[in-house]
């Protein structure tokens, strides 16, 4: 059994699952993620409120990430890539090192608490690095407020024009020396970033797009993009929040598959299950040898989680869309990444090796995964090359078919489908 002790004094179900386990309680378990998400079903309104259901998403490949967000969209937002790039545009949505750390979407009105939760622990896994980079605080603090400076008035610089102020204020030499393969200069500068990223001086700006369309990071004054705490910080309050998001958003889910999404400890995540109490409105249940908590809202009521027979199958619920159906989505989506102990559920393995030559992200079949997928964009056209890991009928065609569709309305060009050999 998961060791997380239980969480909500969930009940028990028998089942077995497993990579390839095609059990009610597996089925059951997909499906409600997936609804969860937002990848099936109604949808959120927009990207702000899809962001703001998932409070995080995992955005270190831009292109990709735009799509996690625009594919769980309702109405004339569904598929849009403009709508999403005005979010971010705006500030609405922000993109920054937070939570284990990488890059992550966040909304600006999220993103001071969260940082303030993480931003403790996040430091102190950095101390290691900092050392071999020879970072010590002065040079942080030093390199703070040059970085501050530089971005102040609303001005919104690239890596390249930070990395210019810093030279000029002697902080960053280019030596010639590599640490590790590579030179300590580029090193050097990511982690003077990241640290004023940490303590709330930098945040993302507006992206710069070239003429070749290719996407530039800028960033800007964090007091400048990212509005005031309303009430003082309170960390049991803030631990309350993210579980509360990320169990209605992923579950079911366990106490550890939160604590490795969140960066935090298990601990942690059960004291933020207690201060949220009732107001969680989660349900628990115990299978696999793991607890699972779950939303217990109307898009899970179709189905109980768990009922008093220790047998009892976890069907599936009734609100999921007529099988087949085919999804294409990133490698680090939150139905991959917001999962460790139990991503199995998917079926396959992702996200796949760096040495790895196949396609990086994931094709969904009824939510177990059944290939490989990724986009090469030309400048008016792409090629989304398909690596299929099983046959598909006729009808399961059609339904990749429908998936490609959507995915050549994001991208807003004729999409040309190149399949692999496996």
């Known amino acids: 059994m998961d060791s997380t002790g239980s969480a909500l004094g969930g009940q028990k179900i028998s089942s077995v699952g497993g990579l390839n386990d095609e059990s009610a309680l597996a089925v059951g378990i997909v499906r409600h993620r997936l609804l969860a998400q937002q ?3 109604d949808g959120a309104y927009d990207a702000e409120a899809s962001l703001r259901s998932l409070l995080a998403v995992q955005a270190q490949e831009y292109a990709y990430a735009r799509w996690t967000l625009a594919q769980r969209c309702q109405g004339s937002d569904r598929d849009n ?17 937070v939570l284990r750390p990488t890059w992550h979407f966040v909304l600006a009105e999220d993103l001071r608490w969260l940082m303030t939760l993480s931003g403790p622990r996040l430091r102190a896994g950095n101390k290691t690095r900092d050392r071999q980079l020879g970072l010590d605080a002065k040079t942080v603090s030093r390199s703070n407020d040059v970085l501050g400076a530089a971005v102040a008035g609303g001005r919104q610089l690239t890596r390249d024009e ?7 204020a002697g902080l960053l030499e280019d030596t010639g020396e590599r640490l590790n393969g590579s030179p300590l200069r580029g090193q050097r500068l990511g982690h003077m970033v990241f640290h004023a990223e940490m303590d709330q001086v930098l945040v993302s700006g507006i992206p710069r797009i070239s003429g070749s369309g290719a996407v530039r990071q800028t960033y800007a004054l964090f007091d400048e993009r990212v509005p005031a705490l309303a009430t003082v910080f309170d960390r ?3 631990l309350a929040e993210l579980t509360r998001r990320y169990f209605s958003s992923r579950g079911p889910a366990t106490v550890k598959d939160c604590a490795l999404w969140s960066g935090l400890t298990q601990a942690d995540v059960r004291r933020g299950l207690a201060a949220a109490g009732e107001r969680s409105h989660l349900q628990s249940f115990i299978a696999d040898g793991y607890e699972f908590l779950m939303a217990s809202g109307p898009a899970h009521s179709a189905t109980k989680a768990a009922t008093a027979a220790s ?4 069907a599936p619920p009734s609100a999921a869309p007529a099988a087949p ?3 294409l989505i990133q490698c ?13 559920y998917l079926g396959g393995t992702a996200p796949a090796s760096v040495a790895s030559k196949q396609p990086s992200h994931v094709v969904l079949l009824d939510g177990r995964m059944i290939g490989n997928w990724q986009h090469t964009l030309k400048p008016e056209s792409a090629v989304v090359s398909i690596l299929l890991h099983r046959a598909l009928t006729p009808p399961q065609k059609r339904a990749l078919a429908a998936a490609v569709a959507r995915y050549e309305t994001f991208l807003g060009r004729t999409v040309t489908v190149d399949l692999l050999d496996s």
């Open 236 to 238: 049991d309050q803030a």
């Open 81 to 97: 890539a403009a709508a999403v790039d005005a979010a971010i545009a705006t500030g609405t949505i922000l993109r920054t090192h």
């Open 311 to 314: 047998d009892a199958d976890f």
């Open 332 to 344: 680090y989506d939150e139905y991959v990444m917001g999962y460790t102990p139990t991503r199995h």
């Open 39 to 41: 990848l099936w079903g």
């Open 325 to 327: 159906r085919i999804d």
């Open 162 to 168: 930070l990395a210019a102020e810093l030279e000029r």
